[in-house]
T-cell receptor, first 115, second 112 residues
Framework: GAVVSQHPSWVICKSGTSVKIECRSL??????MFWYRQFPKQSLMLMAT?????????EQGVEKDKFLINHASLTLSTLTVTSAHPEDSSFYIC???????????FGPGTRLTVT | SQQGEEDPQALSIQEGENATMNCSYK?????LQWYRQNSGRGLVHLIL?????REKHSGRLRVTLDTSKKSSSLLITASRAADTASYFC????????????FGQGTRLTINP
């Protein structure tokens, strides 16, 4: 149990376009979902925390108007990278938590390349 | 901001040897977790150790926690080629916000 999926697994887009990444908890209800960004050979950096039905909480330095997060249901959160630029190219990973413990379940990640 | 520091940053050993990775953190924690990440993949949860625990075992994994030194270690015994991956520690603070703060990670290579 506790499976988290992400779609797409990889995406290539042109500079200036927007890209949406989905994060789904397949067999549990996730009251909280997290979005991380990971540059090559670096660690995970938390971008934002989202709770179902409320606005996401963004970490310092993360532009909320550029990285739109929607957590519309207990099984789905989306991250939209708006007006993407080459420097947004990265590995984006989501995780989901049931809220009753401290364990987060991670998705397989989405590789975004902006050309 | 990252609060965890891991060392070494990279470790290369022969199959069958033991691998030890260390993690240090800066603030008080509720628990500390270790994750594995294969290249280009998501994270796999390995083990969680609570702040009131000093040692925990899971199969070939042994984790220690020293809250007085704000440090933890992950030992993988009898390493296998399949253990080749990056290993990250992550801490949960005391505030209960469920935020995980990741260390910089150790890239482990097991040579056959």
């Amino acid at each position: 149990g506790a499976v988290v999926s992400q779609h797409p697994s990889w995406v290539i887009c042109k500079s200036g376009t927007s890209v949406k990444i989905e994060c789904r908890s397949l067999d549990f209800q996730a009251t909280t979902m997290f979005w991380y960004r990971q540059f090559p050979k670096q660690s995970l950096m938390l971008m934002a925390t989202s709770n179902e039905g409320s606005k996401a909480t963004y970490e310092q330095g993360v532009e909320k108007d550029k990285f739109l997060i929607n957590h519309a249901s207990l099984t789905l959160s989306t991250l939209t990278v708006t007006s993407a630029h080459p420097e947004d190219s990265s590995f984006y990973i989501c995780s989901a938590s049931r809220g009753v413990s401290y364990e987060q379940y991670f998705g397989p990640g989405t590789r975004l390349t902006v050309t | 901001s990252q609060q965890g520091e891991e060392d070494p940053q990279a470790l290369s050993i022969q199959e069958g040897e033991n691998a030890t990775m260390n993690c240090s953190y800066k603030t008080s924690i509720n628990n500390l977790q270790w994750y594995r990440q294969n290249s280009g993949r998501g994270l796999v949860h390995l083990i969680l150790i609570r702040s009131n625990e000093r040692e925990k075992h899971s199969g070939r994994l042994r984790v220690t926690l020293d809250t007085s030194k704000k440090s933890s270690s992950l030992l993988i015994t009898a390493s296998r080629a399949a253990d080749t991956a990056s290993y990250f520690c992550a801490t949960h603070g005391l505030q209960g916000a469920q935020k995980l703060v990741f260390g910089q990670g150790t890239r482990l290579t097991i040579n056959p």
